[in-house]
């Protein structure tokens, strides 16, 4: 199945648990064959820039203040500038009204919906809100607190494992609110191009829905830097109506505790959200976004980072290459394995664990299953890239062992 329509239940693509709740249920009781090495979580673990402590400390007084909800000047402008350079922009965010900052883009993406559904205003019940399948999971979170109907789109490899915008019939578009779309895909990694966003734009504008662009992994790629939804605005015309591009610093940085992100683009939309959150979302902390002002002015750190990222990639090719094929990503930091030659990913999760130590997660769990049963992620297992690199390495030689063992 590419897409589902199933008749709406409130929370019927929503999991019971998230994957890693569901991952230790499915190893519980079961030992490890060898020193277990952990590549489940997407959590960095390579440095912090050097420069966030001393930014914290200069700015320590700013912890008894209240921020704005809309945040600093400062870090509207860094975020706006950084959005300049990356993509091209010509100057065309507004740093007043084009970027709202947020505690992680989880939060951004969890409650966008809402304010799609509202400022809408389409007089459904349960408007449609369309993810991609796989998915993160807050997506479908996202669905559940707006009351809205959950469409899955699935992701498969045939179509570079972005979502099927050929598969959507116009009157169920009519119907949407919200479209969640992830560039770097997550978990699979590849990038959304010019085309497929210039196409996606089109039907938001035509259709009347916001397009919720998930960036998190926008500056961990391989060689070339994936193309931005507003980048390809840019080149449209009509400025940045319907478009809301989120990212932060958790992946780009390695400050995922930082939990300090933003929101950008349509100014219209993001001007009536920042009065809604100012009833309903805690403020991001001055000190956070002053370290976020010198993160967005460095690429120093970021480029150091993608090095050891894709190190990392070239020993998983060399290690599983031969056996599986190419395995590289062109962006992220995840190997999206199809293990179907040696059963389905939630067994080999186990055997995994048991036989080698090494704990993955199943593809499964980051996908739902649609209304036939079918779920494009059973074939996959995700494999996290965040080890430092001998670690990684000694992961990699135990699958790669394994794995040619079994074949």
Same mark, same amino acid.
């Given at each position: 199945?590419?897409?589902s329509?199933?008749a ?5 693509v929503?999991?019971?648990s998230n @994957? &890693?709740q569901?991952?230790?249920?499915l190893?519980?009781?079961?030992t490890?064959?060898l020193d277990?090495i ?5 959590e ?6 050097g $420069?966030?402590?001393?930014?914290l ?15 600093s000047?400062a $870090? ?15 100057g065309?965010?507004?740093?007043k009204?084009?970027?709202?900052p ?6 951004g ?8 559904r509202?400022?809408?205003?389409k ?8 993810l991609?399948n @796989? &998915? /993160?999971?807050? /997506?479908a ?14 992701a498969?490899?045939?179509?570079? &494992? ?15 609110v919200?479209?969640y ?5 997550n978990p ?11 196409r996606?734009i089109?039907?938001?504008r035509?259709h009347? $829905?916001y ?5 998190? /992994?926008?500056?961990?790629y391989?060689?070339?830097p ?12 009509g400025? &940045? ?14 400050l995922?505790?930082?939990r300090c ?7 219209? $939309?993001?001007?009536?959200?920042a009065?809604?959150?100012?009833l ?9 976004q002053?370290?976020a002002?010198?993160? /967005? ?7 150091e980072?993608?090095?050891?990222y ?10 599983l ?24 990913g939630?067994s080999?999760t ?5 036989d080698?130590?090494?704990?993955v997660?199943p593809?499964?769990?980051?996908a ?6 079918t ?6 297992i995700?494999?996290?890239?965040t080890?430092?690199?001998e ?6 030689e135990?699958?790669?062992k ?5 074949a």
């Amino acid at each position: 199945m590419t897409a589902s329509s199933q008749a709406y239940t409130r929370g019927a693509v929503l999991p019971s648990s998230n @994957p &890693f709740q569901r991952l230790a249920e499915l190893l519980d009781g079961k030992t490890p064959g060898l020193d277990p090495i952990i590549m489940t979580i997407g959590e960095p673990q390579h440095a912090i820039p050097g $420069f966030t402590a001393e930014v914290l400390a200069e700015n320590m007084a700013d912890f008894r203040r209240y921020p704005p909800i809309n945040g600093s000047d400062a $870090f509207r402008s860094a975020v706006a500038g950084w959005l300049d350079r990356r993509y091209n922009l010509d100057g065309a965010i507004d740093p007043k009204d084009g970027v709202l900052p947020l505690n992680g883009s989880r939060e951004g993406l969890s409650f966008g919906a809402i304010a799609a559904r509202d400022q809408l205003a389409k007089g459904l019940d349960h408007p449609v809100v369309i993810l991609p399948n @796989p &998915f /993160y999971q807050t /997506y479908a979170a996202a669905a559940h607190v707006a009351d809205a109907r959950a469409v899955l789109l699935d992701a498969v490899p045939g179509n570079n &494992f972005l979502p099927d915008l050929d598969a959507l019939d116009p009157d169920l578009l009519e119907e949407t609110v919200a479209f969640y779309v992830a560039s770097p895909t997550n978990p699979e990694g590849f990038p959304a191009d010019l085309d497929f966003w210039t196409r996606l734009i089109g039907l938001a504008r035509k259709h009347r $829905f916001y397009i919720f662009a998930d960036e998190c /992994y926008s500056e961990i790629y391989r060689k070339t830097p994936p193309t931005g939804i507003l980048e390809a605005a840019r080149a449209m015309g009509g400025g &940045f109506a319907n478009i809301i591009v989120l990212n932060s610093l958790s992946k780009r940085s390695n400050l995922a505790g930082l939990r300090c992100g933003f929101a950008a683009g349509d100014p219209d $939309f993001l001007r009536k959200w920042a009065k809604f959150r100012g009833l309903a979302a805690p403020q991001v902390p001055l000190p956070a976004q002053a370290v976020a002002v010198r993160a /967005y002015q460095d690429e120093d750190h970021v480029i150091e980072n993608r090095r050891l990222y894709n190190q990392k990639f070239e020993a998983a090719e060399r290690h599983l290459g031969p056996i599986m094929g190419n395995v590289t990503a062109e962006g992220g930091f995840f190997l999206w394995l199809d293990v179907s030659r040696w059963g389905d990913g939630i067994s080999l999760t186990s055997r995994l664990w048991s036989d080698c130590g090494v704990k993955v997660v199943p593809g499964g769990y980051l996908a739902s299953d649609q209304s036939d049963g079918t779920n494009p992620g059973r074939d996959f297992i995700r494999v996290g890239l965040t080890a430092p690199l001998e670690q990684t390495e000694i992961a990699l030689e135990r699958m790669a062992k394994w794995f040619g063992e079994q074949a």
